[in-house]
């Protein structure tokens, strides 16, 4: 490989999932849809809703409840689960270690993106408990960035060129993150996975993830990024 062509595709991106990532919020996620499917008398396992938690909205629906659901409640169902979702806001936290681990790999002159499939209210909103800003990041995406939702690499298409990266690396904790990133086109994506998301190392690493950590703090001191790079 030439000079020119290593250089193409050095990373000098790092994506962050946002929702089961920086902030803990996967299992409100779960029960908020769960009460939503509830509001039509559908009660799907809440472990099946978990498995789904990480998908867009548009994929999660028909995945738990069937095609036929989502051609009739769909869009009921998504509007439903984003108020449960609300009144559930103030209970969430960001991880411990979190804004750190954004600000570790800015230090070592790498563009960040908040890469998230969800609703650019909830990503605001999650700024807000890092203690960060859209101004503090390179690129903040949300649901309306993206006409394909994860697994589709639709959304970190999007954060990569907003945040004017060439090659980038997601840090998520869903087995969608990494399948969307293994969908991104050349030069294409790496995904380095935590697991405060529930879903196994094993199971992460099966779908693509390169490396898998406990939880982002154990990514604050930015050394990660410098075993990828």
């Given at each position: 490989m030439s000079t020119h062509d290593e250089a193409a595709e050095a990373i000098d991106t790092?994506?962050?999932?946002?929702?089961?990532?920086?902030?803990d919020s996967t299992y409100h996620h779960a029960v908020a849809w769960s009460r939503a499917f509830a509001q039509h008398d559908l009660h799907p396992p809440m472990w099946r809703i978990h498995r789904a938690v990480g998908m867009g909205g548009d994929q999660l629906v028909p995945s738990v409840v069937g095609d036929d659901v989502e051609e009739r409640l769909g869009d009921e169902l998504r509007t439903?689960?984003?108020?449960?979702?609300?009144?559930?806001l103030p209970d969430v936290r960001a991880f411990d270690g979190a804004a750190d681990a954004v600000r570790a790999v800015q230090e070592k002159g790498?563009?960040?993106?908040?890469?998230?499939?969800?609703?650019?209210?909830?990503?605001?909103a999650a700024l807000?408990?890092?203690?960060?800003?859209r101004d503090d990041v390179d690129a903040v995406t949300s649901s309306d960035d993206?006409?394909?939702?994860?697994?589709?690499?639709?959304?970190?298409v999007a954060?990569?060129?907003?945040?004017?990266?060439?090659?980038?690396?997601?840090?998520?904790?869903?087995?969608?993150d990494a399948e969307s990133a293994?969908?991104?086109?050349q030069p294409g994506m790496l995904c380095v996975a935590v697991r405060t998301g529930g879903f196994s190392a094993a199971e992460l690493k099966d779908a693509g993830a390169v490396a898998v950590y406990d939880a982002v703090t154990d990514l604050r001191d930015g050394a990660w990024i410098d075993e990828l790079a």
């Amino acid at each position: 490989m030439s000079t020119h062509d290593e250089a193409a595709e050095a990373i000098d991106t790092v994506l962050f999932d946002v929702d089961g990532t920086l902030i803990d919020s996967t299992y409100h996620h779960a029960v908020a849809w769960s009460r939503a499917f509830a509001q039509h008398d559908l009660h799907p396992p809440m472990w099946r809703i978990h498995r789904a938690v990480g998908m867009g909205g548009d994929q999660l629906v028909p995945s738990v409840v069937g095609d036929d659901v989502e051609e009739r409640l769909g869009d009921e169902l998504r509007t439903a689960w984003e108020g449960e979702y609300r009144q559930m806001l103030p209970d969430v936290r960001a991880f411990d270690g979190a804004a750190d681990a954004v600000r570790a790999v800015q230090e070592k002159g790498y563009k960040v993106a908040l890469a998230s499939s969800g609703k650019s209210e909830f990503t605001d909103a999650a700024l807000e408990k890092l203690g960060l800003t859209r101004d503090d990041v390179d690129a903040v995406t949300s649901s309306d960035d993206a006409d394909n939702s994860k697994p589709e690499p639709d959304i970190l298409v999007a954060a990569l060129e907003e945040a004017g990266g060439r090659r980038g690396v997601l840090v998520g904790d869903a087995t969608w993150d990494a399948e969307s990133a293994g969908r991104v086109p050349q030069p294409g994506m790496l995904c380095v996975a935590v697991r405060t998301g529930g879903f196994s190392a094993a199971e992460l690493k099966d779908a693509g993830a390169v490396a898998v950590y406990d939880a982002v703090t154990d990514l604050r001191d930015g050394a990660w990024i410098d075993e990828l790079a």
